[in-house]
């Protein structure tokens, strides 16, 4: 072959792969943003007396098409034992096909909900929520269960919430929702909202699940549940609300790290308020266990020093018991290269509120102080003040003094005035304080109407990622009328929990025993507190567990609008439920 030939050849292939790469991407003209067109099904969509031996459906579109993540939106009802096999997932085709790998059920309507997953080849628009639909018996059932599925508790929706009807029938028993797909399956929206399409008549167990580990399947104690306390007998189209709870976990064996010098973290699962941890071998004279209310682990403090443990490594041995349970947990401890100091930091030494102590954390729990070394400035003066060790967490110090807005203070802790747990004790720490400003801070009103005869815990809480407590009221003696004063501007939200069992908290719900989180009630929506000025708030308690409208899921929302520059900040709209009035203080 000489070289005009070659020549030639080569560029016939690179002329060959450039039309090949412009095959169907136009230049020029609008952008194409029409989806997907269905053209034709076979069987026919919404068909009857479909065979129950079909081996390959095909659905046909008016060009070239890709299921895109095919399991985050394609919910199929009833579910497959085995599931079928569906393309196009990777090459393009202008046609769906499911392939059959087990026989239909007889007299069975089935549906295909794609969601979001149809999407065209070359600007990727979406055929939204498109339903492949046919019957193996003479008609299509066409029953439907609605509703919305709530986080009332930490107001966080999962991303992939399957709501699902398990078949109530002579096999049914509760424990099956752990052992097999429910027979009915759709998929909520990012509002929580479902629709459960396409049923038979028939009785049925109503859940709702955060599918995690996409399994489509409740996994017990890794995600949230939400379940309808009585099987629905479903001979008409209903509503119902679901309310998602964090199951309370079983307790298993801790695993235990190392984690700083002196520190040993226990992680386990369940309440740890029983839990006791002994060391296998070896006395520890400084051993201190820290635990957390709400959390899962616990801390073990000693002093490598005191309790003499001999070179740079050992493992350490611990029984650790739970009721009957009793297990042997091992520690590998490595000895740091900085040695250990006690350390502190201030949490809001800046804009402090008159109504608020000012709070210090140390690095390791505290065991005493000496109050003879700690002093409390103002201008100079030494004035009168309390300080306490924190009795939820040791590790924190609240001091307690008279003070006012626009005034400064000055804590002084000399040497050796406070000793942790492991007998280290403090430097010289100085900690300059500064009071918020009238200008710094809003005040709240609240009053309460209908509210639960059992006690309640009323919880105020800041519109952060955390949804953060700020403040926890547990059944107050006046339950009609609140204050909430010097308040940082923000949202904030209320929420109440009844304590229906009066064990003074709230309890999460059990599935396999039957029982709902205990009532939740939420603020309907978030306040807005504006600095120097006070908000009225009257909430009339209607029914529990009602979701709220946050700005983070309300597109409408001023928040939402001043981010797509169709609002001014300022220009926001006036909650119809709160009354504003300028501070006259």
Request: proline share 6%.
């Amino acid at each position: 072959m000489n070289k005009t030939t070659r020549f030639s050849l080569l560029m016939l292939t690179i002329l060959t792969v450039i039309s090949c790469a412009r095959q169907g991407s136009p230049t020029g003209g609008p952008k194409d943003e029409t989806p997907p067109v269905f053209l034709k099904a076979d069987p026919d969509t919404l068909a009857t007396n479909v065979d129950v031996n079909l081996q390959e459906a095909t659905i046909n579109f008016d060009e070239y098409i890709l299921l895109k993540e095919y399991s985050k939106n394609v919910v199929v009802s009833p579910s497959f034992q085995i599931p079928p096999i569906v393309t196009p997932q990777a090459l393009a085709k202008k046609n769906i096909s499911i392939k059959f790998q087990e026989p239909l059920l007889p007299n069975t309507t089935y549906s295909f909900n794609f969601g979001d997953a149809i999407q065209d080849f070359n600007e990727n628009n979406k055929l939204s929520n498109f339903q492949y639909v046919f019957s193996t018996g003479s008609f299509i059932d066409s029953l439907k269960v609605t509703g919305r599925v709530n986080a009332s508790y930490d107001f966080k929706l999962p991303e992939k919430i399957l709501v699902g009807l398990y078949k109530v029938d002579s096999t049914y028993k509760d424990s099956i929702i752990l052992q097999k797909k429910p027979y009915y399956i759709a998929r909520a929206n990012d509002k929580g909202e479902y629709q459960l399409n396409y049923l038979a008549s028939g009785k049925y167990k109503l859940i709702a699940f955060e599918d995690k580990v996409e399994n489509v399947m409740y996994d017990y104690g890794k995600e949230r549940l939400a379940f309808h306390n009585e099987p629905i007998e479903l001979n008409a189209n209903q509503q119902i609300n679901l309310n998602l709870f964090n199951q309370k976990p079983a307790y298993r064996k801790p695993e235990a790290s190392f984690k700083q010098e002196g520190l040993i973290v226990f992680k386990t699962t369940g309440a740890t308020d029983d839990v006791t941890i002994t060391p296998f071998g070896k006395e520890f004279k400084t051993a201190y266990i820290q635990k957390f209310p709400k959390q899962d682990s616990i801390n073990f403090w000693f002093n490598p020093k005191v309790d003499t443990i001999v070179g740079r490594s050992a493992k350490l041995n611990f029984k650790v018991q739970h009721k009957d349970q009793i297990d042997e947990v091992s520690a590998l401890y490595s000895k740091s290269n900085t040695e250990r100091k006690l350390e502190f930091k201030a949490l809001n030494d800046q804009k402090l509120a008159p109504n608020k102590p000012f709070k210090v954390q140390a690095n390791a729990p505290i065991k005493s102080l000496d109050l003879s070394k700690i002093y409390v400035f103002k201008d100079t003066v030494s004035i009168p003040f309390k300080v306490s060790i924190d009795t939820v967490n040791a590790q924190n110090l609240n001091f307690a003094f008279d003070k006012n807005l626009d005034e400064k203070f000055e804590v002084n802790i000399y040497p050796n005035a406070l000793t942790d747990v492991l007998g280290e004790k403090n430097d010289t720490l100085a900690y300059p304080i500064k009071m918020g400003t009238r200008g710094d801070f809003g005040h709240l009103k609240l009053t309460l109407q209908n509210t639960p005869s059992k006690p309640f815990i009323l919880q105020f809480l800041k519109t952060d990622k955390d949804y953060t407590v700020l403040e926890e009221l547990y059944n107050p003696a006046n339950k009609n009328y609140f204050e909430f004063n010097f308040i940082e501007p923000g949202e904030y939200l209320f929420r109440l929990l009844v304590d229906e069992n009066e064990n003074g908290k709230w309890d999460t719900g059990d599935y396999l025993s039957g029982k709902q989180p205990e009532p939740i009630y939420l603020y309907p929506e978030p306040i807005k507190i504006r600095a120097m000025w006070d908000a009225t708030e009257t909430w009339v308690l209607g029914e529990a567990n009602q979701p709220v409208s946050l700005p983070n899921d309300d597109k409408d929302s001023d928040k939402n609008r001043i981010r797509r520059g169709e609002l001014r900040e300022g220009e926001e709209r006036q909650n119809p439920r709160t009354a504003n009035k300028k501070s006259e203080e």
